[in-house]
């Protein structure tokens, strides 16, 4: 069934090349490593001005990559966000609208099928989300006979290579808790293991097979021991990769070990633990791009950073920060789905800095614009091609980015921003809600002159804000129109 399944995908395909080995007009085609953090704020990193969280690695990338000051999360919360980069479509096209709830449909192309059709090394490292990747056994959140019809690994989803989890785990000895009642927050290193329990989530490798060696530490570390061998051994095959590698770091519960949290001591066991897991990942990205140029593939290997949305905290109980922005995880507020967005690919792409808004859905159709690649036109796309902007070629995004989260719908344009709450709708952070009580309330913001949403300006444009509605609108329409053809 599964070969059938690809080979279906593959008719399905309009290439524009007659052969899986003749990927495009270049001698060699480029690599790709998608990275992704879990939960960061936009302002957690340095190269967007946090002073107290060291992150020199990411940087240093930021210098020699283009930087996105307005890069999007295409959700408020993970899993929606992770499908997007898998399949360039809004997640209510492919249905899972929330975080533990649904998955990954099988009649979705993902970019892993896409790829591995064109000859590609494909793996994926790190959290999944995307559906459950056990049957038989008690894992994670949804893992386990209980939810079988969520079953939907990443090896059943274009990935030859696997080192993956379900959902979250501790962001340091990734398979182990406090004994009794843990923290949901985190806690600080476990010295004594003796005194530990299973957390009950696990790594899965591409065999279904429970991994067991090499988990103990930092989890990122722990995920990038599995990252760097699949790159060395597809570089020397001379084959060409995808890696999709998706962070634990910074989700709760957060754990740090001494190494990491020796820097921010001054700092309270919460804090601590959060800087220090995030500067512990940081490094694994400078590690990757050492590895990158020590294997001599690093000037035609694309590598994209950002988050899957905003901070989990409040500013005032919670060490995340989205910056100057206004919201959280859970908002479409910037504060919510504004992340962190690096792209670096020293062949094609000039270091800078731009605010093109871009979002995670703008992925796999940069992909098959790179490899010259197409998808069927009954097949829609939310996201857009990169490519133009990384060659100069276009300033503004042709297309607004629309979100749809827990009855909340926002439509992002180059200035504008369309904003739309439900009744009672709850701003999760301490701004003062300004959301109508009685009724749904439209608010728009000129993201150019107030990027931090304090002023609705609906009122001084009403005609862009029903410009912006009947965007919205016909948005809406279609992809209600793909969510009804992805079910029985």
């Known amino acids: 069934m599964e070969r059938l399944r ?17 990927f495009t007009s270049q001698a060699s085609p480029p690599n790709f490593v998608f990275l992704m953090c879990d939960d960061l704020g936009w302002g957690d990193v340095g190269f967007n001005g946090n002073d107290v969280i060291q992150t020199p690695h990411l940087d240093e990338m930021a210098r020699h990559a283009l930087r996105f000051t307005r890069f999007y999360a295409a959700s408020a919360v993970c899993s929606p966000t992770r499908g997007s980069v898998m399949t360039g479509r809004h997640p209510s096209r492919y249905g899972i609208l ?67 989890t379900e959902s979250k785990v501790p962001t340091f000895d990734p398979m182990l808790k406090p004994a009794g009642r843990a923290p949901g927050i985190g806690w600080n290193f476990l010295v004594d293991k003796s005194n530990a329990a299973p957390y009950g989530t696990h790594y899965w490798n591409e065999r279904g097979e429970i991994v067991t060696d090499n988990l103990d530490g930092d989890d990122s570390r722990v995920i990038m021991d599995r990252v760097i061998p699949f790159i060395d051994r597809a570089v020397r095959e001379q ?16 754990v740090a070990g ?143 980015i629309a979100f749809d989260f827990d009855g909340k719908r926002a439509l992002a344009g180059n200035r504008f921003k369309l904003v739309c709450y439900p009744a009672g709708a709850e701003e999760g952070n301490d701004n003062t809600l300004v959301v109508s009580r009685d009724g749904d309330a439209t608010l728009l913001f ?7 949403e304090t002023t609705d300006v609906a009122a001084q444009h009403p005609e862009i804000v029903r410009q912006m509605q009947v965007r919205l609108q016909a948005w809406e329409k279609s992809r209600m129109a793909s969510e009804h053809e992805s079910r029985p």
């Open 446 to 452: 000129d993201l150019v002159n107030d990027p931090h």
């Open 6 to 22: 690809h080979y279906l995908i593959g008719a399905c395909l309009c290439f524009s090349v007659p052969g899986p080995t003749n």
């Open 98 to 164: 929330t975080a533990n709830s649904g998955h990954i449909l099988p009649d979705e192309v993902t970019l892993g099928e896409l790829l591995r059709q064109q000859g590609y090394a494909t793996g994926h490292f790190g959290k999944w989300h995307l559906g459950t990747l056990t049957t038989s056994v008690p894992d994670a959140n949804r893992g386990g006979p209980r939810h079988q019809e969520h079953y939907a690994p990443p090896w059943q989803n274009g990935f030859d290579v696997c080192f993956s």
């Open 239 to 254: 084959q060409p990769f995808l890696a999709i590698v998706w962070f634990h770091a910074p989700h709760l519960p957060v």
């Open 258 to 400: 001494p190494q990491h949290t020796q820097p921010y001591a001054e700092f309270d066991s919460y804090q601590r633990n959060y800087y220090g897991c995030i500067t512990a990942l940081d490094e694994q990205v400078g590690r990757l791009r050492t590895a990158l140029r020590h294997g001599e593939i690093a000037d035609n290997t694309l590598v994209a950073f950002c988050s899957d949305n905003g901070p989990e905290g409040r500013s005032s109980d919670a060490p995340g920060t989205a910056g100057p922005f206004r919201g959280r995880k859970r908002d479409l507020f910037e504060g919510g789905i504004r992340v962190p967005g690096l792209i670096e690919w020293p062949a094609r792409i000039a270091p800078g800095t731009t605010d093109f808004p871009a979002v995670t859905s703008d992925y796999l159709p940069t992909v098959l614009d790179v490899l010259d690649l197409t998808l069927p036109d009954r097949r829609p796309l939310d996201g857009i091609s990169l490519l133009p902007l990384f060659d100069g070629r276009i300033h503004e995004r042709s297309e607004p």
